[in-house]
């Protein structure tokens, strides 16, 4: 196997002392700084000659240009300068040295050249190392990738790689793969994983070759300290999450860290992929499962083989009780892709009130939430109990998360799949009634009684008969029928409707006559304004119903 990195990467001053060229060599000022890292060397006159900043960089000097220029190394260590190698016997008449350099005199003649080759040597053997055990790792986990081994095979490969424990985080920070952690010791590390990436880190703090790579200690359960080790996945411009590399210790070496970070770097890119991957597949399999609901809601199978053999794909109990549940798909504000966010808003709703015994299953079809519920009650008046306390909560969950009230409707229970579709079209007819009401909240079929009487005429051509002649002459005017259907909510109260209307009480006073005149009678005497409701709601039905059928013959 090829060997991890053996180091932090960089060379440093005492590594640079180790070296044999540097046999002879003495510290003459900064013992206390030989962990400074170099990457470079240059000669002095060259550093004098220009103004750039010298981080990370090693002076040459012989001593002669030392004496010349005595007055200006102070201005090194204010560019960043690491190091002063003196290739020869520093002059004893150069006064005060530095501070902030290491000084190092050379007992024996090296020359520049020497030196710059064996940095430059040191610095590509490095990252030669460090891209080898690169390629091994990629190579590991793309050959599992490849083989279809999952995102738990590759996480497991990251932890064996890594010889501690790894975690894989989403986009929104849940654990989605983890290896070498029991549950309660993963909990508290997971939130402490969370809070660290969570915060920004300047891109200075991070790896020059653009990996969003951090290191940080982080606690765990009962107040243990872990070095957390993560690496972001980034896919073009898109974020999807975090490799995470947990050690056990507060103080793992150079050496270590090194190695873990090469290893999540590595894995961000195979793991992102399985993650889309995996992404696609749930999102395939979830609109087929909808598809499936909506023939279910529709009665479009093709024969019970069809839908038997279709429901056991999806593991779904034809037998059970289902309630139906319907609401407004309104979204609080312009998204891309709408039909994603309702269904993503439905999943939410379908999971209130959570039971071990309770599956849900959900679609949008238009702008209505569908979610299918199955119920554990028997009775009859149990279920109704039941739906009306999960419509209760799925409409408070809506409104959290929409900040818009909205009602949600259903039917009667339904038991067996085969009453599914009739107690979806109540749930619908109940919706489409409460919308034009203006109510909010669990809205129940039953509840409508004046409603669900007339549904049994309002498609007769005598309810359409009295729905013309009431209500067709009023269309042809402004705000007519709006005027009547809020005099009639109002009990007949002429100042109440002005007010609800914002209109002067003689303004309404005169749309009620030509009302009247319109209709040819008088609207404010009691059994004629029973008539025109009685019209309005017929209307109101018809609406609805034959909404449902323009959705059912679209499928």
Same mark, same amino acid.
């Given at each position: 196997?090829?060997?991890?990195?053996?180091?932090?990467?960089?060379?440093?001053?005492?590594?640079?002392?180790?070296?044999?060229?540097?046999?002879?060599?003495?510290?003459?000022?900064?013992?206390?700084?030989?962990?400074?890292?170099?990457?470079?060397?240059?000669? %002095?006159?060259?550093?004098? $000659?220009?103004?750039?900043?010298?981080? !990370? #960089? @090693?002076?040459? *000097? /012989?001593?002669?240009?030392?004496?010349?220029?005595?007055?200006?190394?102070?201005?090194?260590?204010?560019?960043?300068?690491?190091?002063?190698?003196?290739?020869?016997?520093?002059?004893?008449?150069?006064?005060?040295?530095?501070?902030?350099?290491?000084?190092?005199?050379?007992?024996?003649?090296?020359?520049?050249?020497?030196?710059?080759?064996?940095?430059?040597?040191?610095?590509?053997?490095?990252?030669?190392?460090?891209?080898?055990?690169?390629?091994?790792?990629?190579?590991?986990?793309?050959?599992?990738?490849?083989?279809?081994?999952?995102?738990?095979? %590759?996480?497991?490969?990251? $932890?064996?790689?890594?010889?501690?424990? !790894? #975690? @894989?985080?989403? *986009? /929104?920070?849940?654990?989605?793969?983890?290896?070498?952690?029991?549950?309660?010791?993963?909990?508290?590390?997971?939130?402490?994983?969370?809070?660290?990436?969570?915060?920004?880190?300047?891109?200075?703090?991070?790896?020059?070759?653009?990996?969003?790579?951090?290191?940080?200690?982080?606690?765990?359960?009962?107040?243990?300290?872990?070095?957390?080790?993560?690496?972001?996945?980034?896919?073009?411009?898109?974020?999807?999450?975090?490799?995470?590399?947990?050690?056990?210790?507060?103080?793992?070496?150079?050496?270590?860290?090194?190695?873990?970070?090469?290893?999540?770097?590595?894995?961000?890119?195979?793991?992102?992929?399985?993650?889309?991957?995996?992404?696609?597949?749930?999102?395939?399999?979830?609109?087929?499962?909808?598809?499936?609901?909506?023939?279910?809601?529709?009665?479009?199978?093709?024969?019970?083989?069809?839908?038997?053999?279709?429901?056991?794909?999806?593991?779904?109990?034809?037998?059970?009780?289902?309630?139906?549940?319907?609401?407004?798909?309104?979204?609080?504000?312009?998204?891309?892709?709408?039909?994603?966010?309702?269904?993503?808003?439905?999943?939410?709703?379908?999971?209130?009130?959570?039971?071990?015994?309770?599956?849900?299953?959900?679609?949008?079809?238009?702008?209505?939430?569908?979610?299918?519920?199955?119920?554990?009650?028997?009775?009859?008046?149990?279920?109704?109990?039941?739906?009306?306390?999960?419509?209760?909560?799925?409409?408070?969950?809506?409104?959290?998360?929409?900040?818009?009230?909205?009602?949600?409707?259903?039917?009667?229970?339904?038991?067996?799949?085969?009453?599914?579709?009739?107690?979806?079209?109540?749930?619908?007819?109940?919706?489409?009634?409460?919308?034009?009401?203006?109510?909010?909240?669990?809205?129940?079929?039953?509840?409508?009684?004046?409603?669900?009487?007339?549904?049994?005429?309002?498609?007769?051509?005598?309810?359409?008969?009295?729905?013309?002649?009431?209500?067709?002459?009023?269309?042809?005017?402004?705000?007519?029928?709006?005027?009547?259907?809020?005099?009639?909510?109002?009990?007949?109260?002429?100042?109440?409707?002005?007010?609800?209307?914002?209109?002067?009480?003689?303004?309404?006073?005169?749309?009620?006559?030509?009302?009247?005149?319109?209709?040819?009678?008088?609207?404010?005497?009691?059994?004629?304004?029973?008539?025109?409701?009685?019209?309005?709601?017929?209307?109101?039905?018809?609406?609805?119903?034959?909404?449902?059928?323009?959705?059912?013959?679209?499928?």
């Amino acid at each position: 196997m090829t060997e991890p990195p053996t180091g932090t990467g960089r060379m440093t001053v005492q590594g640079l002392l180790d070296e044999s060229l540097m046999s002879g060599a003495r510290v003459v000022a900064g013992t206390d700084r030989l962990d400074r890292e170099l990457t470079w060397v240059l000669p %002095l006159n060259e550093v004098l $000659s220009q103004h750039d900043p010298l981080d !990370a #960089v @090693a002076v040459y *000097a /012989r001593p002669e240009s030392l004496v010349a220029n005595g007055a200006a190394l102070s201005a090194l260590t204010a560019r960043g300068a690491t190091t002063l190698l003196v290739d020869g016997v520093v002059p004893p008449d150069l006064g005060r040295l530095p501070t902030g350099l290491v000084v190092v005199e050379l007992g024996i003649p090296v020359g520049f050249a020497a030196l710059n080759r064996l940095l430059a040597e040191r610095a590509l053997s490095q990252e030669v190392h460090v891209m080898r055990y690169s390629t091994h790792v990629h190579a590991s986990l793309a050959g599992l990738f490849h083989r279809g081994a999952g995102l738990q095979i %590759l996480v497991r490969e990251v $932890s064996n790689l890594a010889r501690n424990p !790894a #975690v @894989a985080l989403d *986009a /929104r920070g849940h654990v989605v793969a983890h290896t070498g952690l029991t549950p309660e010791t993963l909990a508290p590390l997971a939130d402490s994983v969370n809070d660290m990436v969570a915060a920004d880190v300047p891109a200075a703090e991070r790896r020059s070759d653009g990996h969003d790579t951090r290191i940080q200690p982080i606690t765990g359960l009962h107040d243990s300290t872990w070095t957390c080790v993560a690496s972001a996945i980034r896919l073009g411009k898109s974020f999807e999450g975090w490799v995470v590399i947990l050690v056990p210790d507060p103080h793992p070496g150079s050496h270590d860290l090194a190695r873990y970070s090469v290893l999540t770097e590595q894995a961000t890119a195979i793991i992102g992929s399985e993650m889309l991957r995996q992404r696609s597949v749930d999102e395939a399999e979830e609109r087929a499962r909808g598809d499936f609901v909506q023939a279910l809601l529709h009665g479009s199978f093709s024969s019970e083989h069809d839908m038997r053999a279709r429901a056991e794909h999806h593991d779904i109990e034809l037998d059970a009780r289902f309630g139906v549940f319907v609401a407004p798909g309104v979204l609080p504000r312009r998204v891309d892709n709408p039909t994603a966010s309702m269904v993503r808003l439905a999943r939410y709703a379908a999971g209130v009130a959570p039971h071990p015994a309770v599956h849900a299953y959900v679609t949008v079809i238009g702008d209505v939430l569908v979610v299918v519920r199955t119920l554990r009650s028997q009775d009859g008046p149990a279920m109704r109990a039941e739906m009306d306390e999960y419509a209760q909560a799925m409409s408070l969950e809506l409104e959290r998360r929409r900040g818009l009230r909205a009602p949600v409707a259903y039917g009667r229970p339904a038991r067996g799949a085969s009453e599914v579709r009739e107690s979806y079209r109540e749930a619908r007819v109940a919706l489409g009634i409460a919308r034009r009401l203006h109510r909010t909240g669990a809205t129940s079929y039953q509840e409508l009684r004046g409603f669900t009487v007339l549904a049994q005429v309002a498609e007769t051509e005598q309810s359409r008969q009295l729905v013309r002649d009431m209500l067709g002459p009023l269309r042809s005017g402004p705000d007519l029928l709006e005027t009547l259907s809020a005099y009639l909510s109002e009990g007949g109260n002429v100042n109440a409707t002005a007010r609800v209307l914002n209109v002067h009480r003689n303004t309404m006073l005169a749309k009620l006559d030509r009302i009247s005149r319109l209709l040819g009678m008088d609207i404010r005497v009691p059994e004629n304004q029973f008539t025109v409701w009685l019209a309005i709601r017929l209307d109101l039905l018809d609406e609805v119903h034959s909404a449902i059928d323009r959705e059912a013959s679209f499928r």
